[in-house]
DNA sequence: TTGTTATATTCGTCTTTTTGAATGTATTGC
DNA sequence: GCAATACATTCAAAAAGACGAATATAACAA
């Protein structure tokens, strides 16, 4: 197969979003959003097993997707280019969904089941309180 | 691995992205673009096989993404939505190329070595023009 | 009807990707 | 130091997809 310059092109498009082209790895960048969020938070609301989210994480920081910030023992991921949840939202449109849909998705919500500093942030008693 | 609701809808969205996310995939829908194309055309511009490349359609119109229409012993291929270029450009601008990049592929030439209706149209000899 | 052209389809193999299992590393607290 | 927690990495099996070869169909022409 000769390789013609369109074809080149073409590799050069596809390149996001080919690594973006699974159900998970879209759930895991809509679950980010335009925030953060550390494995835990997404093992919590995903229901998989850690390693098996930190393939996709790994893959999607090696694509120059994701950043990471490390922060004690919490890693917290965000978009490099809050320009991806673009191309989700187009892809789906193009599936009949909302705008809406995806907007309400995006949104990082505490999940009650990770306990993770942004979370669960540390609740200060009222006796503390009282001597801050 | 559990079904959570937000992978259910991440499954519905990453099926245009799927379905499109390769270098052929790209190359063809840009050669279509907002006009036709027959399977001579792609042939002659891509250089690839005939089934090569009939396969890759027979897929994207399954996809729903792409139409036919027969003319003769030619069938001309069309985006059923033309958005899907909208994601095709968002995902170029984050392979950091420009829109105009895209537009300039986007527009359906005509190629010389292809010798459809669109692209060869029948010339009128001089003598066939006096007795028209 | 027979041949030719344009395109479709089926089938099998090969390559890539996905995913699970096991294990390694970095940080915190004791 | 040691244990526990949060996350990373490697490896291999399984699943999916890409691609070539061969063949089928549909329309036109003679």
């Known amino acids: 197969m000769k390789k ?5 092109v073409s590799e050069q498009i596809s390149a996001p979003i080919s ?5 998970q790895r879209i759930a ?3 679950l980010i ?6 494995v835990c ?7 998989w097993r850690q390693a098996y989210i930190s393939q996709h994480l ?3 920081r090696k694509a120059d997707i994701l950043q990471d910030r490390r922060e004690g023992r919490y890693i917290f991921y965000s978009l490099k280019d809050a320009s991806i949840l673009d191309l989700i ?3 789906a449109t193009l599936s009949g969904l909302s705008p809406e849909t995806v907007s309400t998705l995006i949104n990082t919500q505490v999940n009650p089941s990770c306990e993770c500093p942004q979370c669960a942030p540390v609740l200060i008693s009222v006796e503390n309180l009282k001597t801050a």
């Open 28 to 30: 895991i960048l809509l």
């Open 19 to 23: 690594m973006i082209a699974s159900p």
């Open 41 to 47: 938070h997404l093992e919590a609301s995903l229901g």
């Open 89 to 91: 939202t187009a892809s």
């Open 33 to 38: 959003g335009k925030g953060e969020a550390c």
């Open 58 to 60: 790994m893959a999607l």
């Open 4 to 8: 013609q310059p369109i074809l080149q």
